[in-house]
């Protein structure tokens, strides 16, 4: 019976190359962009994987207790690790875990590279495999271990092991450091990506911290039992260090600890104060993959399912004599599902060809994220298509072999039987295609003008024409400041120890009865007008009162003033954390500090001491911010050429935004493009077997006078309107779609406007009237004899 079976299947994908080539390109797109987002998304949950122990470790977060709601902070006590393991039986072990970006330098070579710090028992708790070395030197304060990206730096293709590497504090101060091995690659997708890292005790010695302090933060605390324990348990123990916390920094007051799962710190991250370590892909960058590939995976069934139903007709006989001489109807389902399990694996054949480049190419598209398609080391993949191609084949095939399985074979043979190619089934197939079309194209325009409208929005501050670089000690800005007051293209200099898009902290601030969590910076008297924050009452800070405005004032933005509900800001008295107090003297216009992802938050500004300064911002003339950076580069080169430079453009810190929007519209109008086609092909296949079976009508409609234009409207008309019907149902899908897929990116962004349905709806029009137009106008303008003599 297999046999049987098989025969007739390759005879008949014979006698359709058309519709099988159609079919398994359709399907074959659709799948290619169905392993996209399989890669796409076990990129994101396979974060951590390579941690053995992952599923049983937990990290301690903070609560801040803020009007009785929890404002989550990741950082925690520098004391907490080593009370835990004094206290707490149930975990096994703490680590504690930091880092901060330090200079290494190995004779000419200088870099500022990120240094992480951990507890001794790190390497036992979390997976990494060693190059070269051993990970018993990481117990040795002496020695640290670096990267293989690092060691490569340094040392090219020599051993690192052994040799001597300098760090630089930013005190000036040098410590030498010995190579003690070398850590392979670490993956993308992990919350431990460092350039270098030692034992915690160097940590503590370099910033002269006690081990049992309160007062200072590190980045991390994590928690591991073998045996797994339960984390509100553990939490609840937690609370017990709160008040002794709450005594040691009475300016930073929290309200409880909290565990996250390490599984689920990816993706927690970006709701999280003070969260050290790298996060997951944006939501956007998960989602949207999963998007298109529906799509189009449904629009590829669809034309599969209307193909299938449509063609029926070509093997009615067969159906007819095969159920005369026994043949049941479950049998001729098994023939048709097995002859759609044979088309769906030619396509995943196709797929895999078409992934081989879309893949890298998408891959290419985020920063930070490299997908391969690597079926010798990625064996799970091989499930993935497996489940991809049986459901595939079930969701294209099931109804055409049910449908044509139960033709009546009397009818069959007698010639009586009535199946329409246009049937309602096909139509409505047809129809429910171009309205996912739609939807695509409407996501496409939609995504498209919100691009346009965030990269030309006011963000509150100036961010075309502003570079900036860090600097360690005041003595750096004093010199570099003095270097660039000499080009004219300078508008303005500033000094800051924060600054928009890289540094802020949180606070708690209270008026009265109400306290709020604020986000705070600190800058110098320049920085209002170098980065073009415009007041909105009130004054800013002066050169003149700069004494008294450190010791007693502040400046607040108008969501501050929204969220303490006041009428008259300037001259309102605040106090932070109950220990200091100061006074409103003015307000400025809100801005968007975290490009258009969040919604603006209250913050407040104070004047930062002289000596606090971390960045040397700059405002250039419009036409010259290329030429300038290069100069302050070149100017940071002449006057600190053992140290690195860290410079930047303010644009810089919209990357992720420009990053996001740019691939989502590549997405959407690659869903779009292929859509459409797909649904072209779909509309010609129907109206092409529509033609076939009208001929002898068309002939003879010529021969009684009618012209080709009536023709043309008579066959063309109820194509048109299913597709004048689809536009408006899928405007109305696209409409609930894209809003739905914008606002859980933004938090600001330009609503759907008729443009976002008018050029989806001219486009589909055009295309399918010029589809209709060209197929029935071939048939039409044939001489009626030659059509009737065919028939």
Request: glycine share 6%; aromatic share 12%; with cysteine.
């Amino acid at each position: 019976m297999f046999k049987n079976y098989l025969k007739l299947t390759v005879r008949n994908l014979r006698r359709n190359k058309l519709y099988v080539f159609i079919n398994v390109l359709g399907l074959g797109i659709s799948m290619a962009c169905c392993i996209i987002a399989y890669l796409n998304t076990r990129f994101a949950y396979d974060f951590d994987k390579q941690h053995v122990n992952r599923e049983n470790i937990y990290k301690v977060q903070i609560n801040k207790d803020v009007q009785g709601q929890p404002v989550p902070y990741g950082i925690t006590p520098v004391a907490l690790g080593p009370r835990i393991t004094q206290d707490v039986p149930q975990v096994d072990e703490v680590v504690r875990v930091t880092g901060d970006s330090y200079i290494l330098k190995v004779d000419r070579k200088v870099f500022n590279r990120y240094i992480t710090f951990a507890d001794p028992n790190f390497f036992d708790v979390f997976s990494f495999k060693m190059k070269e070395g051993s990970f018993d030197s990481f117990h040795n304060k002496s020695q640290l271990l670096l990267s293989e990206e690092m060691a490569t730096a340094y040392f090219g293709d020599e051993s690192a092991t052994g040799k001597i590497i300098t760090l630089v504090t930013s005190d000036e101060k040098t410590r030498e450091f010995i190579v003690g091995g070398v850590l392979e690659s670490m993956p993308e997708n992990s919350t431990f990506r460092f350039d270098a890292i030692t034992v915690f005790e160097n940590f503590l010695d370099l910033n002269k911290i006690a081990n049992n302090s309160w007062t200072s933060f590190v980045g991390g605390t994590f928690l591991f039992s073998k045996n797994g324990f339960a984390p509100d348990e553990v939490a609840s123990f937690l609370t017990k260090y709160v008040p002794e916390q709450n005594q040691a920094r009475p300016d930073w007051l929290i309200g409880s600890f909290y565990l996250e799962h390490m599984p689920d710190m990816p993706f927690s991250g970006r709701d999280i104060y003070s969260y050290w370590f790298p996060q997951a892909m944006h939501p956007a960058a998960i989602i949207a993959p999963i998007v298109m590939s529906a799509l189009i995976l449904l629009i590829a069934c669809f034309n599969f399912t209307n193909t299938s139903i449509a063609t029926s007709s070509k093997r009615l006989k067969e159906i007819g004599i095969r159920k005369v001489i026994g043949g049941n109807r479950q049998q001729l389902i098994m023939q048709f599902m097995a002859e759609n399990l044979v088309l769906c694996l030619l396509a995943i054949v196709v797929a895999l060809g078409l992934a081989s480049f879309l893949v890298p190419a998408y891959s290419a598209m985020w920063e930070g994220m490299t997908l391969t398609l690597d079926l010798s080391q990625n064996t799970e993949i091989y499930l993935f298509l497996v489940g991809l191609m049986i459901l595939t084949a079930i969701i294209a095939g099931a109804y055409p072999s049910i449908y044509v399985s139960r033709y009546e074979p009397v009818k069959i043979l007698r010639g009586n039987l009535k199946l329409g190619t246009t049937s309602s089934l096909s139509r409505g197939l047809l129809m429910m295609q171009f309205a996912f079309t739609i939807m695509a194209l409407v996501a496409s325009m939609a995504f498209y003008q919100n691009a346009i409208f965030q990269e030309n929005a006011d963000m509150g501050f100036e961010k075309e024409s502003v570079i900036g670089a860090r600097v360690s000690s005041l003595q750096e800005y004093t010199t570099l400041r003095s270097a660039m007051e000499k080009n004219p293209d300078i508008v303005s200099l500033a000094a800051s120890a924060s600054h928009i898009g890289f540094w802020n902290y949180g606070r708690t601030i209270k008026s009265g009865d109400v306290e709020r969590e604020v986000m705070m910076m600190d800058f110098g008297p320049e920085y209002f007008e170098t980065m073009d924050l415009e007041m909105a009452e009130g004054r800013p800070f002066g050169k003149d009162l700069a004494e008294s405005d450190r010791l007693g004032s502040i400046i607040v933005n108008e969501k501050f003033v929204e969220a303490f509900g006041w009428k008259e800001a300037v001259g309102q008295r605040v106090s932070i954390s109950d220990t200091l107090h100061l006074t409103v003297v003015g307000v400025i216009k809100n801005f968007y500090s975290d490009n258009f992802f969040s919604p603006i938050e209250p913050y407040a500004f104070r004047l930062s001491r002289e000596d606090n300064v971390n960045f040397l911002i700059a405002r250039v003339a419009g036409d010259k911010i290329v030429e300038s950076y290069k100069a302050m580069e070149q100017n940071w080169l002449d006057l600190f050429p053992d140290k690195p430079f860290n410079g930047f453009y303010q644009e810089d810190t919209l990357k992720e935004a420009h990053e996001v929007n740019a691939n989502i519209v590549i997405i959407f109008v690659f869903l779009g493009v292929v859509s459409v086609l797909l649904s072209v092909i779909g509309l010609f296949t129907l109206i092409s077997l529509n033609v076939i079976k009208r001929v002898k009508e068309i002939g003879i409609r010529k021969v009684m006078g009618a012209e080709i234009p009536q023709i043309l409207w008579l066959i063309s008309k109820s194509f048109l309107l299913m597709v004048v019907v689809a536009s408006a149902l899928g405007a109305v899908g696209g409409y609930y779609l894209t809003d739905m897929l914008i606002e859980s990116i933004f938090k600001f962004y330009k609503p759907i406007g008729p443009v976002s349905f008018l050029v989806p709806f001219l486009i589909i029009l055009a295309v399918a009237g010029s589809t209709s137009f060209l197929r029935v106008f071939a048939a039409a303008r044939k001489n009626p004899v030659d059509s009737l003599r065919y028939e």
